[in-house]
């Protein structure tokens, strides 16, 4: 066997770094077909390699995770989200991730049910029978404002969304794959980075809103004691709350707060805004996969709880498909910190392996007709003759998202406030996506809201 992966030949200086500007989703399902599960890529100065097979998906993500780590691919990256959960090394990930746990608690999110039905309840209000949305923006906002209340424990007024939104915009730009920003540094004044940095002030002055809002007044959270406060009474569990007691005990600094809400203001609304958006649009494509959802979604008396999202099975079919075919989460990468062993060929320290979910959900070696929008894949006996690891839109392992039932839920009772008065019809371009730090449509998704 050779001792060099097969892979996409480059060309000088550039690599395969056009072509995965240019698509990255075609480069890579391109790859995954061409090579199989190893494939080397020329990608920037760093030796690079993806991976597409499950069982090496499981090996690093969940069996030696431990003999990796998150590669620092960008210093954009770092100061957009610093050492917080998503990004910070083993030592300072497994106290913080313990510090947020019970923030994420399966009876605390369940207990959310309320805030996010009546956030979605408030989006709809403002729409009108027979008129047009963007669902994609109106996704982005409510979720925004839901992951606020959920996760900081405050309400944002519409301004504030709307100035978390327009800056997300030149932050996205900013990780959009490129094939000569490697060779740009980042303290060069282009009109890309100064836009980014900008960007990055006004979320930091809406989280410091956030925190001053929160400081001084009767609701203030922050209290040395962990166990409970003097008068007895149950503390705050909001994570924002539980983050302000661990500074007030000298357990985080500033920064490390600053990070950590940044990471959840971001990771926290984007993905979740994604996966309803890919499913609005695939619903309007599958008239007869809508009907379904609704006919489940309008057995629910009354207002919808978490105990009725957890009845809404052909839902959780149908949000399990749309991220098979659009994880908003398109690629996870990791960095061996010694050499490895993969399929017979020695990765290198220090290189970046790529896991690509946009590949291996769509491959033909694990799914029958991959690119089928077909949610009755996900019955218990379809899924048990597939590899548990063809299919990871949270992760796996450790480090799986910490969200995800949150998201799962938020998603359900977003489907059921909306499906409950409209259904809506996708009148856009045929979808083109944009890679970036998640995966997005390229242009508006304008859909128009018919009553039902
Ligand atoms: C559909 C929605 C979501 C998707 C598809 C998604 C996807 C992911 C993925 C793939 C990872 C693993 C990254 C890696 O291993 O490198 C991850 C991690 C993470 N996610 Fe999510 N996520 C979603 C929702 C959320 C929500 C709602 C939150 C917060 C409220 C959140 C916060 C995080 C955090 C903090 C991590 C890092 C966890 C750690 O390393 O301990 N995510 N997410």
Redesign the pocket.
Known sequence: MSTTPPGPNGIPVLGNGRKFASDPFQFMTACEDAYGDVVRLDLGPRQTYMLTNPRDVERL?VSEWAKFR?PDLDSAMDDLLGD???LSDRDT?EGQ?ELANPAFHARRVAGLDDVMVDHATDAVDDWTAGGQVDIHLQMARLTVRI?VSA?FGSDIDAATVRRVQENLEPVGQRFEPSPVRAIIPDWAPTAENRQFDAAVAELESVLDDILADRRGTAADPSHPDPAGDATGQELPMDLLSILLRARDRGEQTDRQLRDELM??LL???D??AL?LTYTYYLLSKHPEVRDRVHAEIDAIDGTPTAADAQQLDYLDNVLSEA?RLY???YT??REPKTDVRIAGYRIPSGSVILLPQWAIHRSSRWYDDPEQFDPDRWSAERRRSRPRFSY????AGP??????Q??LLE?KLIVATVGSQYELDYEGPEMDLRGSITMHPDHPMPMRVEPR
């Open positions: 993500l998150k917080g959960l998503l990930w991730r992951i996760m990471t959840i990771a926290g609304h993905t979740t996966t991220m994880p908003p989460v996870l990468f990871f839109p949270f992760g480090r799986h998202c910490i969200g995800k949150l998201s998603a």
